[in-house]
């Protein structure tokens, strides 16, 4: 009776750009002759991140936008592989917001800057107030109305992740009465805000980024952001 050994070995890229490369090597090896047959297999695959935020009062049913978002490709290939590798961090864990993303001039013409989307360190243009988002971390403090779900119906190839954040009323502190605000540049006119993710230790990656015309937080009103990430597998399989 003749012997045989099966070698089988698999590698998994996650590039930048968040295409997917699987190389699949099996050998059968004739533990008398020594003779090698080997078969390559690629599977091919790419991964479509779409991102979609709404702002608006969750009373009132206001809503002060409706757009979509920058994704950072390159933070979120790392955090994927993070994820996917169980390195404990890598995951979604807070919602940014900042007022540094537009401009006014004197006659109400905004000029809005472009997302920063490339650079592992980037972040926002200027960061004012952070609120956890990740209901399993300790540090939110409201994990029933700040969370991160994901939705997927049966039988397709996409995956929404839905983050929610809401500003209380009481929230952030020191924030105006009135949502009466002169200038733009106050600290909590909003015109831009990114999720980023958990680090074991330092800052978190910016994984979205996304501008808008300036928003107030004050203490007349709630803010809610529902912030979507629909990540969708396009696979394709060939044999080398």
């Known amino acids: 009776m003749k012997k045989f050994l099966f070698l089988f070995t698999t590698v998994f890229i996650i590039s930048s750009t968040l295409s997917c490369s699987i190389t699949k090597k099996a050998t059968l090896i004739n533990l008398e002759s020594g003779e090698k047959v080997m078969a390559i297999f690629k599977d091919n695959s790419g991964v479509l991140l779409q991102g979609h935020i709404k702002i608006h009062n969750p009373e009132s049913g206001e809503i002060f936008v409706d757009k979509r978002n920058a994704?950072?490709?390159?933070?979120?290939?790392?955090?994927?592989a993070e994820s996917l590798a169980n390195q404990g961090q890598g995951m979604i864990y807070s919602m940014n917001f900042g007022n540094g993303g537009t401009s006014v001039d004197p006659t109400g013409i905004i000029t809005y800057l472009s997302p920063n989307s490339t650079g592992t360190n980037a972040s926002l243009y200027n960061q004012t107030y952070t609120k956890v988002i990740d209901d399993n971390s300790i540090n939110n403090t409201d994990p029933t109305r700040n969370k991160i779900?994901?939705?997927?119906?049966?039988?397709?190839?996409?995956?929404?992740?839905v983050a929610t954040c809401l500003l209380d009323y009481g929230e952030p502190s020191g924030q105006d009465a009135l949502d009466n605000a002169t200038s733009s540049s106050s600290l909590y006119?909003?015109?831009e805000l990114g999720l980023v993710s958990y680090a074991t230790s330092?800052?978190?990656?910016?994984?979205?980024?996304?501008?808008?015309?300036?928003?107030?937080?004050?203490?007349?009103?709630?803010?809610?952001?529902?912030?979507?990430v629909r990540?969708?597998?396009?696979?394709?399989?060939n044999e080398a």
């Open 71 to 80: 994704i950072h490709y390159e933070n979120m290939s790392i955090s994927l």
């Open 149 to 161: 779900e994901t939705r997927h119906v049966s039988g397709t190839n996409y995956t929404d992740i």
């Open 189 to 191: 006119v909003f015109d």
């Open 202 to 228: 330092g800052t978190g990656r910016l994984l979205t980024h996304v501008i808008f015309h300036p928003v107030q937080k004050s203490l007349n009103r709630l803010i809610q952001i529902d912030y979507t």
């Open 231 to 237: 990540v969708q597998s396009l696979t394709g399989f």
